[in-house]
């Protein structure tokens, strides 16, 4: 398991009162992607979760197509993982090949509200160093992908990624986020088949307008039993 926390000594204040101590703060790791032998990109993430992390950032980038079969070979080291994607199929026909998207999902605000409450509550890297954002992916109240990073577009590119190696229909639930939306977050969603995103923060103009173009769900302010619906609210019931 690798250490994704730091001790770094700091000096604090507390109301007037000053003490020398230890601190937690989050790691920060590089993950070199390679697609078939050529250099993508290099990303600053936490250490966790680096095959789905590489697969989602490719589709997010539209490297790779939502029905291409690829598989990830990781070379770790101390601060430096390289991740080697390779093609071994790409057929729509394929076994395996996601189903159509459901768009059709319907959820009440419990759900919603108990969804939002387990990000934060089930990300260890947030209760050692507050500095972390999270995602997860969930049916019903069972959350079938969780992730936690020091960057927000990095947890929904795993949720991606971790749905599509492991062919999981995104549309059959709803993706809750720590982090603000942005256009760039809402079109990875979009793009990945999610019906109904939200987030704990605010989405921005053009976040809006890319839920409501592609027939997604959009809430923010998500926070203890509150939320704003910003798109497509009918999927959103008030009591069973």
């Known amino acids: 398991?690798?250490?994704?926390?730091?001790?770094v000594r700091i000096r604090r204040l507390d109301d007037g009162r000053a003490e020398t101590t230890d601190d937690q703060v989050p790691a920060e790791h590089t993950l070199r992607i390679y697609l078939d032998d050529t250099f993508i990109i290099a990303l600053s993430c936490s250490d966790s979760a680096l095959e789905a992390l590489a697969?989602?950032?490719?589709?997010?980038?539209?490297?790779?197509?939502?029905?291409?079969?690829?598989?990830?070979?990781?070379?770790?080291?101390?601060d430096t993982t390289v991740a080697s994607v390779v093609h071994t199929a790409q057929d729509t026909h394929a076994a395996g090949s996601p189903p159509a998207p459901?768009?059709?999902?319907?959820?009440?605000a419990d759900t919603i509200y108990e969804?939002?409450?387990?990000?934060?509550?089930?990300?260890s890297l947030f209760h050692a160093t507050g500095a972390a954002h999270c995602t997860g992916f969930f049916r019903g109240t069972k959350a079938h992908i969780i992730h936690d990073?020091?960057?927000?577009?990095?947890?929904?590119?795993?949720?991606?990624?971790?749905?599509?190696?492991?062919?999981?229909?995104?549309?059959?639930?709803?993706?809750?986020?720590?982090?603000?939306?942005?256009?760039?977050?809402?079109?990875?969603?979009?793009?990945?088949?999610?019906?109904?995103l939200v987030s704990r923060g605010a989405p921005t103009h053009l976040a809006v307008q890319i839920a409501r173009r592609e027939n997604m769900t959009l809430l923010g302010?998500?926070?203890?039993?509150?939320?704003?619906?910003?798109?497509?609210?009918?999927?959103?019931?008030?009591?069973?």
């Open 55 to 78: 697969v989602g950032h490719l589709r997010s980038a539209d490297h790779i197509s939502p029905d291409a079969t690829v598989r990830v070979f990781l070379d770790p080291g101390e």
């Open 149 to 196: 990073d020091i960057a927000r577009h990095n947890t929904v590119d795993r949720v991606i990624g971790q749905a599509h190696l492991e062919r999981i229909d995104l549309s059959a639930g709803m993706v809750g986020t720590t982090g603000r939306v942005s256009s760039e977050i809402a079109a990875r969603c979009a793009a990945a088949g999610v019906t109904v």
């Open 115 to 123: 969804n939002m409450k387990r990000l934060t509550r089930d990300s």
């Open 102 to 108: 459901v768009r059709s999902t319907t959820l009440y």
């Open 1 to 7: 398991m690798p250490n994704r926390t730091r001790s």
């Open 221 to 240: 302010f998500a926070r203890g039993r509150r939320f704003n619906c910003y798109t497509h609210c009918h999927r959103i019931q008030s009591h069973p």
